[in-house]
C-alpha cells in the first residue's frame, strides 16, 4: 500500500488542491490513497489529564471540549482522541478538533482527485510522529519547536514519550518567538516533576545560524539540535506512528445530514418491502395458477374415467 500512498502538509484546501493536482501531473503511477497533515487556525490540538472519569465516558468529554473550543455546535465538530496513560485514576492523553465544514472541504478535494483518504491529522502530531521517528529509544524530557512559514511556532515539551505542553505560538519577530517560547517553558518546567530540559530541536523555517537557537540553550542550560525540516510527509506514510489521533475517525454527521441518511434508509426499506409484497403477490398468483390447472386436470381425469366407464357399460349390454 505504501507505493500507492501520498502524502502532504497543508495549511488550507486550496493549497492542497495545487499540490495534489501537481503531483498527479508528475506520477508515473496514479496514487490510490492520501494521508493529510493539516494546520491553520482551526485545528486545534491539546493535551488533557483527567482523574476520576471512566474511559467510557472520556469521548464525551473530548467532545464537549472541542465544542467549547471551536464554539461550534456539536453536530458541525469533527473530533479524536487517543489516551497515554491510565493510571492512579487519571488519564493522560491528546485530543484534536477542528470544524467538519472544513474537514469536508478536505474530502471533497480528496475525492474530486479519485483518491481515498486514510488520515487526516494535526500538523503539530505528525512532525511530533517524525521527531519521534528519529529518537524513538530516547527516555529524555525534550522541547521540539517547529517554526512554519505563517508565523507561528509549533511549540511541544514531551516527558517519556508523552505531552506535557502543546500550543501554537504566533511571533511577528523572532525576538517575540524567545519570549513566549521562554515563558511557556518556564511555566512548563515550574508544573513538571523534572525542572530541567535535555534537548530542545529546532525545525521548520529557521535558519541553523538564528541567534534564538545557542540563546534558547543558554537560556535552560540544554543542548541544541538543529535539521532543516522534518519529513512530516514520511512520517505520515510510515508504519510506525506515536500519534494515532486522525480526524477520519470519529468524523460525525450533522442533524441534517442523519435526516438525509434516514430518509434514504426509509426508502430503501420502502422499496424492499413493495418488492417483497410484488414477489409475494406474484408466487400467489403462480401458484393460484398451478391449483386451477391441476383442478382443471382432475376435472377431464374425471371426465374421461366416466366416458371409459360408460363406453365399457354399452359394450357388456350389447354383448
Same mark, same amino acid.
Not at 484546501?13 to 497533515?37: F, N, R
Not at 467532545?63 to 464554539?71: D, P
Not at 524567545?178 to 529546532?202: C, G, P, T, W, Y
Given at each position: 500500500?505504501?507505493?500507492?500512498?501520498?502524502?502532504?502538509?497543508?495549511?488550507?484546501?486550496?493549497?492542497?488542491?495545487?499540490?495534489?493536482?501537481?503531483?498527479?501531473?508528475?506520477?508515473? /503511477?496514479?496514487?490510490?490513497?492520501? !494521508?493529510?497533515?493539516?494546520?491553520?487556525?482551526?485545528?486545534?490540538?491539546?493535551?488533557?489529564?483527567?482523574?476520576?472519569?471512566?474511559?467510557? +465516558?472520556?469521548?464525551?468529554?473530548?467532545?464537549?471540549?472541542? /465544542?467549547?473550543?471551536?464554539?461550534?455546535?456539536?453536530?458541525?465538530?469533527?473530533?479524536?482522541?487517543?489516551?497515554? %496513560?491510565?493510571?492512579?485514576?487519571?488519564?493522560?492523553?491528546?485530543?484534536?478538533?477542528?470544524?467538519?465544514?472544513?474537514?469536508?472541504?478536505?474530502?471533497?478535494?480528496?475525492?474530486?482527485?479519485?483518491?481515498?483518504? &486514510?488520515?487526516?491529522?494535526?500538523?503539530?502530531? !505528525?512532525?511530533?510522529?517524525?521527531?519521534?521517528?528519529?529518537?524513538?529509544?530516547?527516555?529524555?524530557?525534550?522541547?521540539?519547536?517547529?517554526?512554519?512559514?505563517?508565523?507561528?511556532?509549533?511549540?511541544?515539551?514531551?516527558?517519556?514519550?508523552?505531552?506535557?505542553?502543546?500550543?501554537?505560538?504566533? #511571533?511577528?519577530?523572532?525576538?517575540?518567538?524567545?519570549?513566549?517560547?521562554?515563558?511557556?517553558?518556564?511555566?512548563?518546567?515550574?508544573?513538571?516533576?523534572?525542572?530541567?530540559?535535555?534537548?530542545?530541536?529546532?525545525?521548520?523555517?529557521?535558519? +541553523?545560524?538564528?541567534?534564538?537557537?545557542?540563546?534558547?540553550?543558554?537560556?535552560?542550560?540544554?543542548?541544541?539540535?538543529?535539521?532543516?525540516?522534518?519529513?512530516?510527509?514520511?512520517?505520515?506514510?510510515?508504519?510506525?506512528?506515536?500519534?494515532? /489521533?486522525? &480526524?477520519?475517525?470519529?468524523?460525525?454527521?450533522?442533524?441534517?445530514?442523519?435526516?438525509?441518511?434516514?430518509?434514504?434508509?426509509?426508502?430503501?426499506?420502502?422499496? #424492499?418491502?413493495?418488492?417483497?409484497?410484488?414477489?409475494?403477490?406474484?408466487?400467489?398468483?403462480? %401458484?393460484?395458477?398451478?391449483?386451477?390447472?391441476?383442478?382443471?386436470?382432475?376435472?377431464?381425469?374425471?371426465?374421461?374415467?366416466? %366416458?371409459?366407464?360408460?363406453?365399457?357399460?354399452?359394450?357388456?349390454?350389447?354383448?
Amino acid at each position: 500500500m505504501k507505493d500507492q500512498l501520498i502524502a502532504f502538509a497543508t495549511c488550507s484546501p486550496q493549497d492542497l488542491a495545487k499540490e495534489i493536482a501537481e503531483t498527479l501531473k508528475e506520477s508515473k /503511477v496514479k496514487p490510490k490513497y492520501i !494521508a493529510l497533515a493539516i494546520s491553520g487556525q482551526d485545528v486545534l490540538v491539546q493535551p488533557f489529564s483527567i482523574a476520576n472519569i471512566p474511559v467510557k +465516558e472520556i469521548r464525551n468529554y473530548v467532545q464537549l471540549e472541542a /465544542v467549547g473550543l471551536l464554539s461550534l455546535p456539536v453536530d458541525e465538530v469533527a473530533y479524536d482522541f487517543q489516551i497515554f %496513560q491510565s493510571k492512579n485514576d487519571t488519564l493522560k492523553g491528546v485530543f484534536a478538533c477542528a470544524p467538519k465544514a472544513l474537514m469536508k472541504e478536505y474530502l471533497d478535494i480528496v475525492e474530486a482527485s479519485e483518491l481515498s483518504p &486514510l488520515t487526516i491529522t494535526p500538523y503539530i502530531l !505528525a512532525s511530533s510522529n517524525s521527531f519521534f521517528l528519529q529518537h524513538s529509544q530516547t527516555k529524555e524530557r525534550s522541547c521540539l519547536l517547529d517554526f512554519t512559514p505563517k508565523h507561528y511556532v509549533n511549540l511541544a515539551v514531551f516527558n517519556h514519550l508523552q505531552f506535557e505542553l502543546l500550543r501554537k505560538v504566533p #511571533f511577528e519577530t523572532f525576538e517575540e518567538a524567545k519570549s513566549e517560547i521562554v515563558r511557556s517553558l518556564r511555566s512548563a518546567n515550574a508544573k513538571s516533576a523534572r525542572k530541567d530540559l535535555d534537548l530542545i530541536h529546532f525545525t521548520g523555517d529557521v535558519e +541553523e545560524d538564528n541567534p534564538l537557537i545557542p540563546e534558547l540553550g543558554a537560556a535552560f542550560k540544554t543542548k541544541t539540535h538543529f535539521k532543516p525540516f522534518h519529513n512530516v510527509k514520511e512520517a505520515l506514510c510510515h508504519n510506525t506512528t506515536f500519534f494515532s /489521533v486522525n &480526524l477520519l475517525r470519529q468524523l460525525t454527521y450533522s442533524q441534517k445530514d442523519r435526516r438525509l441518511i434516514l430518509q434514504g434508509l426509509n426508502l430503501v426499506l420502502l422499496a #424492499f418491502f413493495l418488492g417483497c409484497g410484488l414477489l409475494g403477490w406474484q408466487m400467489f398468483e403462480k %401458484q393460484k395458477t398451478i391449483n386451477d390447472l391441476h383442478q382443471t386436470v382432475e376435472l377431464l381425469q374425471g371426465h374421461n374415467q366416466k %366416458q371409459e366407464l360408460v363406453k365399457n357399460d354399452d359394450i357388456g349390454g350389447s354383448t
